[in-house]
């Protein structure tokens, strides 16, 4: 599995971005599927999963009731809908794919099968 992430931006305090990742391969729908950042100075975070299917999300304390993770199979891609953006979540952003759930919530960057090139995302105050 080939994964891009793609719609960082500048964006100011209390707005919006959408982040996309566009997934390669017939195995797509079989992955767990979620969002990571790394701001500057600091290690990998996990921010989103979501379950093969989309039934189970799972989110960081730090961005919960703000962001919403999806996706569709159809098209091989997961999305990272981002509210109430705060200066504090400037970071590069990336998706990941693993084929357990277990691995994904552990949110361990470096131990997902597939990682891939991230998006940066800065929020201005």
């Known amino acids: 599995v080939q994964l891009q992430a793609s719609g960082g931006g500048l964006v100011q305090a209390g707005g919006s971005l959408r982040l996309s990742c566009a997934g390669s391969?017939?195995?797509?729908?079989?992955?767990?599927m979620g969002w990571f950042r790394q701001a500057p100075g600091k290690e990998h975070e996990s921010v989103a999963a979501?379950?093969?299917?989309?039934?189970?999300?799972h989110y960081a304390d730090s961005v919960k009731g703000r962001f919403t993770i999806s996706r569709d199979n159809a098209k091989s891609a997961v999305y990272l809908q981002m509210n109430s953006l705060k200066p504090e979540d400037t970071a590069v952003y990336y998706c990941?794919?693993?084929?357990?759930?277990?691995?994904?919530?552990?949110?361990?960057?470096?131990?997902?099968?597939?990682r891939g090139k991230g998006t940066l995302v800065t929020v201005s105050s």
């Open positions: 391969g017939r195995t797509f729908s079989t992955y767990a």
């Open positions: 979501i379950s093969w299917g989309g039934g189970r999300t």
């Open positions: 990941a794919a693993d084929a357990s759930w277990a691995t994904m919530t552990k949110g361990r960057y470096n131990d997902m099968d597939y």
